[in-house]
């Protein structure tokens, strides 16, 4: 857990035969949260998975879902309301990530396609 208070930053760099510190003095303060929100568990499911590129989303809330491959290059993309969703999207074999955000919270699954 963090301590309240005004923190200094020193950064460091050795270059070898040379080493160079740069300070910051009071650079971080660390305050008091005058209110915590209480997080939203989502109850979400995508199956099956590994998939063949037809798979579902059962999710309690509505959602922004982005599929991405390894590259991170976004391959889909779709909102939807709450509730169970089939999608079906032809993508080559491989690994992806699909991102949900959904009330402020951003998830991130991987799904496999054979």
């Known amino acids: 857990m963090s301590r309240l208070g ?13 080493i160079d510190t740069l300070i910051k003095p009071g650079y971080i303060t660390v305050n008091a949260p005058v209110a915590v ?10 199956s099956p998975n590994p998939c063949n590129g037809n798979f579902t989303i059962s999710i309690d809330s509505r959602y922004d879902m982005t599929v991405m ?18 999608f079906s999207i032809n993508l080559p074999s491989g690994n992806y ?18």
């Open 6 to 18: 005004v923190y200094d930053v020193t950064l460091i760099v050795d270059r070898g035969s040379q």
């Open 69 to 86: 491959d390894v590259l991170g290059k976004t391959v889909f993309t779709k909102s939807e309301n709450e509730g169970s969703r089939n």
């Open 97 to 114: 990530f699909v991102r949900i955000l959904s009330g402020g919270t951003n998830k991130v699954y991987k799904l496999l396609v054979y």
């Open 37 to 46: 929100e209480p997080v939203k568990k989502q109850n979400l499911v995508i």
